[in-house]
């Protein structure tokens, strides 16, 4: 088995912090981004031009920081998500009392394309997850997709790696692609079934509209 992926914070990213105490009322002041503190400052869920929900969190700036309320900016950039968690609530300990902070990261997403049975963008709720898992989010491949090729699709340091993959044999277990990191896109390969199933769709097609033609110019001329 690879060794388990643990990404980083990096600039760009959207932390989700949520912050709890003994002294509930106090913790909400440390919550902007809480559903309660977003349906008090406008109705309904929200939305960008585009009619997805905004992702509301806070906002890993150019150099590397995020500025929570009262404690100012922490600096996040190359920490892991355990690691922000515990700054974080060393940076609470003077204004509540055993606190405790959740943390994610929701820029954490992945895309799964091709002969799966539901193709869609998937968020990821931890900060881990295998290529194995993220078939299953799609509903599996369909029986016409190749498992035995799947593309994964991984940008890194401004470069786009390119890796096939053969998830039925072991070896695939130990690749450095089982753990899929934020932002790969995974892309299952139509089987040669579903190629000329469509290749043959495309060959009749002239040929219907050419009859529905045929049958109009007929039945103009016996009019």
Known sequence: MPEAYTPVVKPGDVLSIQINSLNAEASTFFNPYTPMTLASNRSGQPTNSSGLPEISGYLVAPSGEIELPLIGQVGVKGLTLTQVRNEIRTRLTPYLKEPTVNVRNLNFRISVLGEVARPSLFTVPNDQIT????????????????RDNILVVREENGQKTFSRLDITRRSFFRSPYYYLHPNDIVYVEPGRARVSNADQFYQVIPAILSALSFVAIILTRSY
Do not use: H, K, M, P
């Open 131 to 146: 290529l194995i898992e993220a078939l299953s989010l799609a509903g599996d491949a369909t029986i016409y997709g190749r």
